[in-house]
């Protein structure tokens, strides 16, 4: 079962000495003039200054997760890049373009951080799957279906087969419609270079991209269906639901039961299904929308033990991708408290 299973410090201002005619010898410490005002005012223009840029940049925030969280694949490593993004915009020209600039300065650190992940993806125990999100059941006003497209598992993992920078190309003009002039801006980089990046990875995507054929709705049906059938043991179901080329991927990273290697076809996807139904009296299985896609939350005695996403073409599962890493479940974990 195991196997499926986010402060501008601020030195007082002195006060003008003034001549006059009256006794200094005991000054006023409040009024206007005096350090006390010039320091109260200057905390204010400070705090004034901070509150908006934090309030510009909170308009942002969402984006901005969705634009590193698309180029990563990895909700906790996306968090830190806002982060940091937030910090550095604190320190910036007063004067840019919160937007622009934001979206630069996250797009750099992600790349940044890809080169550094390429490396340890390779030496990654098991097969790798991004990190889950919890996302809506509908289409956010904010999003497209194109922005949707792009948080599937699925395509997160399509996206793996591409470079860092024309990952960053193809996320920025497909889920967040900049134009190349604008992604070379972004890059530093020339717009021939940009156009040749984008072509490169829609022809990398183009192969293995898939065009849900089944609405939401049915989708969700189809979830339920297949939820049924593998606690139930129901072969028969599940061999009409299954894809004959159907593969299945569990991502434990070493730290978690989970297969080492994808598991290929339906009758070797059935077998490891079926060993479910052994559990059943210990599981709870809750259905959920994931990344976009309707998904199902393992819960085995009471406690957090995997995410799963089927993928569906038309009425069949064609993919089966299982979370059980601990790890890449504690953000998943934190959005459900």
């Keep these: 079962m195991g196997q499926m299973v986010t402060l501008i410090g601020v030195r007082p201002i002195p006060g003008s000495e003034r ?18 005002s010039f320091a109260k005012r200057g905390r204010e223009l400070v705090m004034g200054v901070t509150q908006e840029r934090l309030e510009r940049f909170e308009a942002n925030r969402r984006r901005l997760f969705g634009v590193a969280y698309r180029l990563l694949g990895e909700a906790s490593e996306a968090e830190d890049v806002v982060q940091d993004a937030y910090i550095r915009w604190q320190r910036s020209d007063y004067a840019v373009s919160p937007e622009a600039w934001l979206t630069k300065v996250v797009t750099n650190l992600c790349l940044d951080r890809l080169t550094s992940a390429r490396a340890q993806r390779e030496r990654y125990v098991g097969p790798w799957l991004p990190e889950p999100v919890v996302t809506g059941g509908g289409l956010d006003p904010l999003e497209t279906v194109e922005q949707r497209e792009l948080l599937s ?6 996206l793996e087969r591409l470079t860092p920078p024309e990952r960053a190309v193809f996320v920025l003009r497909e889920a967040f419609g900049h134009s190349h002039r604008e992604i070379a801006e972004i890059l530093e980089a020339n717009e021939p270079h940009v156009r040749q990046l984008y072509r490169r990875a829609q022809q990398h995507v183009a192969a293995a991209r898939k065009r849900f054929t089944a ?39 070493g ?6 290697r994808p598991v290929v076809g339906r009758e070797q996807v059935l077998r490891y299904l079926l060993a479910l139904s052994e559990y059943a009296q210990r599981l709870r299985l809750t259905p959920d929308v994931v990344n976009g896609e309707p998904a199902f939350v393992t819960y085995l005695d009471g406690q957090l033990s995997g995410v799963t996403v089927p993928e569906f073409d038309g009425d069949r599962i064609v993919a089966i991708r299982t979370i059980t890493n601990p790890d890449k479940l504690a953000f998943f974990a934190k959005q459900k408290m």
């Design 19 to 36: 001549k006059c005619s009256r006794d200094v010898s005991t000054p006023p410490t409040d009024g206007p003039g005096t350090s006390a």
């Design 153 to 158: 598992l699925g395509m997160l993992v399509l």
């Design 215 to 253: 609405p939401p709705g049915q989708r969700r049906e189809l979830l339920e269906r297949f939820l049924e059938a593998t606690l139930g043991g129901d072969v028969p179901a599940l061999e009409r639901m299954l894809a004959e080329d159907v593969v299945a991927w569990a991502d434990g990273g």
């Design 255 to 260: 730290k978690a039961p989970a297969m080492r």
